[in-house]
């Protein structure tokens, strides 16, 4: 069954300095794998997604994501904080069952002190 | 592009009362998923409609909870009784066949039952 598992439920930074949000997946067989934001009493915004092709992700706002296979992980990251990335964030895995489910992760709270 | 449209966003009602929330798709969008978000569950789908049919209505808690999409462009989520567990975030989110991935939500539905 496919799974995900944030390491951190909560995450606090300095602004400027950067940021790691961790991820880990579980599949049995190649996923594909998202991370959404949610921003205080809103919806979720899609950040970024890994569908197979490079393994290295780009998103908005300057976040990107790494897939390694070997260590079954795909962990967020950004070099330098700002304030308006706190948020909460969620690692997401499809399951194939007919369709696309997306199954998610607990998420993480990040926070940006100044 | 107004995005997907929820409605109320803000719904506070007494435990029996009949509550109805509802959708608005993002035009063209034929998938549409119902999600309720609470601190103790995080977010769980509670039913996908395609192309207005129900596709997997396995994440309905209880048959109190029923869903609707009489046309694309509308949907709704009706729990009758309702009951204080009940209290969480609903989110309705959209997306398109030739992209089915990618998730969009909308802002949400916070009810609070007493």
């Known amino acids: 069954a496919q799974s995900v598992t944030q390491l951190d439920s909560h995450v606090s930074v300095s602004e400027g300095t950067p940021v790691l949000l961790r991820c880990n997946y579980s599949?049995?067989?190649?996923?594909?794998l998202f991370w959404y934001v949610q921003h205080p009493n809103k919806g979720l915004q899609l950040l970024l997604k890994?569908?197979?092709?490079?393994?290295l992700v780009k998103g908005i706002n300057g976040f990107e994501a790494e897939f390694k296979k070997s260590e079954t992980s795909f962990h967020l990251t950004k070099p330098s904080a700002h304030m308006s990335d706190a948020a909460e964030y969620f690692c997401?895995?499809?399951?194939?069952?007919?369709?696309?489910?997306?199954?998610f992760g607990a998420g993480t709270r990040l926070a940006v002190h100044p | 592009d107004a995005g997907v449209i929820q409605s109320p966003r803000h719904e506070v009602t007494e435990m029996g009362q009949e509550v109805t929330l509802r959708c608005k798709p993002i035009?063209?969008?034929?998938?549409l998923f119902w999600y309720r978000q609470t601190m103790m569950r995080g977010l769980e789908l509670l039913i996908y409609?395609?192309?207005?049919?129900?596709?997997?209505d396995s994440g309905m808690p209880e048959d109190r909870f029923s869903a609707k999409m009489p046309n694309a462009s509308f949907s709704t989520l009706k729990i009758q009784p309702s009951e204080p567990r009940d209290s969480a975030v609903y989110f309705c989110?959209?997306?398109?066949?030739?992209?089915?991935?990618?998730?969009?939500f909308g802002p949400g539905t916070r009810l609070t039952v007493l």
């Open positions: 890994y569908t197979s092709a490079a393994t």
């Open positions: 035009s063209g969008h034929n998938s």
């Open positions: 599949s049995s067989y190649s996923p594909s």
């Open positions: 409609f395609n192309n207005n049919v129900p596709i997997d």
């Open positions: 997401v895995v499809t399951f194939s069952g007919g369709y696309n489910k997306l199954i």
């Open positions: 989110a959209t997306g398109t066949s030739g992209d089915p991935d990618t998730q969009y």
